[in-house]
């Protein structure tokens, strides 16, 4: 005789399977892990924050794919979590799926306005769709809200929002404030690249060179400061080290030509 579980029995085994999946995945075994959570959703299916916290394990494990049906299912189940909407613009995010990150994003913003990450994640993808004017308001909400932990990050991202407004000085500003806080070599190297490009456009080409010298020292694996220092030199009459740093540009990025480079372009490079 077959024995009968009632919804009751059955929604305790469920969350008794769930509570077993996250101590697998602390320990390492996240397939054990997911499959305690497929055994918890057959048994509640309705229940979203199982679908939730499979899509975690998923996306800790590179499985993009995979991560997004389960949020996306759990959205569906709960469409007022902002914490959905988020991990769902994020996957989105990671497949540059800007378009439908910038949705998701959003939405997460309007549900829960203190979501530092949320605005901060919305200004960067509008950062790359070139939406430069909202992502400098985004970026002044999470200056505002001063809970981000990586300020630098910040700093930096709101400075390429402000160069691409125009706003140069203010640019500087934030650029100076994010080399003061930032540690990472790449990172400082970003920095000092664009206080180079600040320093191009308020026509200080001294300046410009001295920060491209720097950006190349903490990070020479980076074509660009090497084709604007080559402009530089250029204008400078010092074609021999304008020529080398064209070459040291091509061997980084294969995709460049010699032929490619027009002098009057190289500082849009």
Known sequence: MKKKYSKLSGAKTAVQLSV????KALNGHWREALQCYAQAIALAPDHDEYYFSRGQIYQQNNLLKEALADYRKALSLDKSCAHYHFNCGFICYEQQKWPQALRYFKKATQLEPDNVYAHFMYAQTCLLESAFQQAL???????????????AELYLSRASALLNL?????????????????RPATQRAAIHYLLGQTALYL?????ALAEFNASIQLNPTDFRPFVQRAALYKQQHQALLALQDINRAIQLE????????SWDALYKA
């Open 254 to 261: 294969p995709g460049l030509k010699t032929a490619d480079f």
């Open 166 to 182: 125009g706003y140069f000085q203010q640019a500087r500003a934030d650029l100076q404030h994010a080399l003061a806080l930032s």
């Open 20 to 23: 077993q999946a996250r101590q």
């Open 137 to 151: 308001e985004h970026y002044n909400i999470v200056e505002q809200l001063n809970t981000l932990e990586d300020k």
């Open 203 to 207: 026509k200080q080409p001294q300046k």
